[in-house]
């Protein structure tokens, strides 16, 4: 067949798949946020329905016999088509490792174990979850053994969220990260501005206001109405349901504070997936090269920008009148505080990356075989002193707080840590690139910021591999020192030391 009759049925098989896809991404959004209780067994199997058949077509003979042939042909093809042939490759190459009875024992697997996860999380009981958890750490590793890309069997998990990162790559410099948090909260636990520090809570009057504020927060980011939504969940999340259809959600519940930065969070991923290059839509290519890269843009508005002294210059005027606030310094650092909490989703961003490195030594233990399941409470707490200096209470706020493990994610916890770094390294970058650009935010004009990313970072979407693109950008691949060294900065004069 020649070239271009084949590159027409890959991008037909492509677009198939995204409006599967992105269907299913609707009546997930639908399911967290408007969808009647009683749906959910039939949701359930409308998505899981929807994501068989975008299987069977991922991993159909046509495509993949396509995708060969012209992977021989590479010649005749594009600089675009040859990276989009070799990502399809890579993908349904993985996929068909995977054997079909394989892939629906996981499924299996993991959908009962959610449900025991959510009873044991509600009962404060590891022992209800642990046997599923068991089954899921089985199934991990021998995926591992079916993928079996180079080097740590742990990879062939990571590669699916951070494409190209290695173990070997990974651990020393989470090893360094971690050294260097902890000498770092170390001197910030010694100032008398930490002994001295009260949280306090602010709470809206009401709803109405609350929802409003969040609303005109990412109008002033520039996200309108014409391609975003903005809409209530539990957990707040963001989902692209196509071009020009970005959803974010938001948790009014928790305080305002909290739900500022998560709204931040969430605008952060959704300019990102509102720049992805058009022309690249309904191919693998319309995405972000990797997790790590997604959560840098999150992170860099919630944090960089959205816990900055000017950010909040700019608007502390407009939320002390309606939210009765008055002391924009007490505001300011107790939105920086940093505290040694017990739960990720609260950390402080100093605190942060150290809840990641836990998982992470945890999941390549459990991987390796060095740790047991049944260990795992004992295991994290020890971690949970060692790190933080506080013990959880019991272990829904210690081992069975998070979700993922239920889900099957393994390697993905590791990406929240590379997108703090990289988020980083891109703040440091702007402001080289860019002079004076606390000015801009101070008078909340982020135009030259949002620009500077859609040039450098969403432009590529997943065109170029993370690494690749932050040394693109930055000069230097994923670097913990540049990280470590913004938070020097913007703690030492919080904490004055
Ligand atoms: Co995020």
Redesign the pocket.
Do not use: I, K, V
């Given at each position: 067949m020649a070239a271009q009759q084949d590159l027409d049925l890959i991008n037909k098989i492509q677009k198939e798949i995204f409006i599967l896809a992105q269907t299913s991404a609707l009546l997930g959004w639908d399911q967290q946020t408007y969808m009647p209780k009683k749906a959910a067994e039939t949701r359930a199997e409308q998505m899981s329905f929807l994501s068989s058949l975008i299987h069977e077509k991922m991993i159909s003979d046509d495509l993949f016999d396509a995708v060969k042939r012209l992977k021989d042909k590479k010649q005749d093809l594009l600089e675009r088509d040859k990276i989009m042939i070799e990502k399809l490759y890579k993908e349904i190459w993985k996929a068909k490792k995977l054997p079909k009875e394989f892939v629906e024992e996981l499924s299996k697997t993991t959908s009962l174990a959610h449900n025991s996860w959510k009873k044991a999380k509600k009962e404060k009981e590891f022992n209800i979850f642990k046997s599923h958890l068991k089954k899921i750490v089985e199934l991990k590793r021998k995926e591992a053994e079916y993928i079996n890309l180079q080097g740590h069997p742990y990879n062939s998990l990571l590669d699916s969220f951070e494409e190209g990162m290695t173990v070997e790559n990974l651990k020393p410099l989470f090893e360094n990260l971690k050294n260097q948090i902890i000498g770092l909260l170390e001197k910030i636990e010694s100032t008398e501005t930490y002994k001295n520090q009260k949280e306090e809570s602010y709470s809206s009057p009401s709803k109405k206001l609350h929802l409003e504020f969040v609303h005109g927060l990412t109008k002033s980011l520039g996200l309108t109405e014409e391609d975003f939504r903005l809409d209530l969940s539990e957990h707040p999340?963001?989902t692209s349901i196509g071009l020009n259809d970005t959803r974010i959600t938001t948790n009014i519940e928790k305080g305002i504070s909290k739900s500022f930065s998560s709204t931040i969070?969430?605008a952060?991923?959704a300019m990102h997936a509102l720049n992805l290059p058009q022309e690249d839509h309904y191919t693998i290519l319309w995405d972000s090269p990797s997790y790590g890269i997604?959560?840098s843009q999150?992170?860099f508005w919630?944090n960089m920008i959205g816990k900055s002294k000017p950010f909040w210059q700019y608007y502390f005027p407009k939320i002390a009148k309606k939210f009765n606030i008055n002391d924009f310094e007490n505001w300011f650092k107790n939105i920086n505080m940093v505290s040694p909490g017990k739960i990720r989703i609260e950390s402080d961003e100093v605190h942060y990356c150290l809840h990641i490195i836990l998982r992470f030594e945890i999941e390549l233990g459990l991987i390796e075989g060095a740790i047991n399941v049944e260990d795992l409470p004992k295991i994290w707490n020890e971690k949970m002193e060692n790190y933080f200096g506080v013990i959880p209470e019991n272990d829904s706020e210690g081992v069975l707080q998070d979700v993922h493990w239920s889900e099957g994610y393994f390697g993905y916890f590791p990406t929240?840590a590379i997108?703090s770094i990289y988020a980083a390294q891109l703040y440091n970058q702007l402001k080289r690139e860019i002079l004076n650009v606390g000015e801009d935010i101070y008078k909340g004009d982020f135009k030259r910021i949002k620009e500077w990313l859609k040039e450098k970072i969403h432009k590529y979407g997943a065109k170029i591999l993370a690494e690749d693109l932050i040394k693109q950008v930055c000069g230097e691949p994923l670097n913990p020192d540049v990280f470590i060294q913004y938070l020097k900065n913007k703690y030492s004069e919080i904490y004055q030391f």
């Open positions: 999340f963001t969070h969430e952060g991923h997604s959560e999150s992170r919630e929240y997108g």
